[in-house]
Nanobody, 120 residues
Framework: QVQLVESGGGLVQPGGSLRLSCAAS????????MGWYRQAPGKQRELVAR???????TYADSVKGRFTISRGAAKNTWYLQMTELKPEDTAVYYC??????????????WGQGTQVTVSS
C-alpha cells in the first residue's frame, strides 16, 4: 500500500508565495516520477509540474518561471514552490507519483489534495 500525504496549501494574496510538500510512504521499490496536478472549480484536472526519476522537469505553460518542483532532502519527498501567485492559480492541488511496486509493477497514486486560494 502506497500513501501520499501532502501539505502546505492555504490563502495567499496575489503576488505571494506558497510551498506545497508531498511525502510517499508504504511498501514499494521506487518512484518513476512525481509531481503535481490541480483542479479548479468547473475545470478538468491539469498537470502543473512533473519530475522524472532522472530529474527531467516539465511545467504547464501557465506556471513556467513562477513554480518550481524539486526533491526533498528526505527520501521520497518533493515540493512545489509557487511564487508570483495569481488568482487563476486558485485550485485544489494534488500530488501524485508513478510507483514501481516491490515486484516492479507500475501504478499511479494520489494525495488527498490541498486547497490553494489566491485572493486579496
Amino acid at each position: 500500500q502506497v500513501q501520499l500525504v501532502e501539505s502546505g496549501g492555504g490563502l495567499v494574496q496575489p503576488g505571494g508565495s506558497l510551498r506545497l510538500s508531498c511525502a510517499a510512504s508504504g511498501s514499494f521499490h521506487s518512484l518513476f516520477a512525481m509531481g503535481w496536478y490541480r483542479q479548479a472549480p468547473g475545470k478538468q484536472r491539469e498537470l502543473v509540474a512533473r519530475l522524472s526519476s532522472v530529474d527531467s522537469k516539465t511545467y504547464a505553460d501557465s506556471v513556467k518561471g513562477r513554480f518550481t518542483i524539486s526533491r526533498g532532502a528526505a527520501k521520497n519527498t518533493w515540493y512545489l514552490q509557487m511564487t508570483e501567485l495569481k488568482p487563476e492559480d486558485t485550485a485544489v492541488y494534488y500530488c501524485y507519483a508513478d510507483v514501481a511496486s516491490v515486484t516492479h509493477q507500475p501504478s499511479d497514486h494520489w494525495g488527498q489534495g490541498t486547497q490553494v486560494t489566491v485572493s486579496s
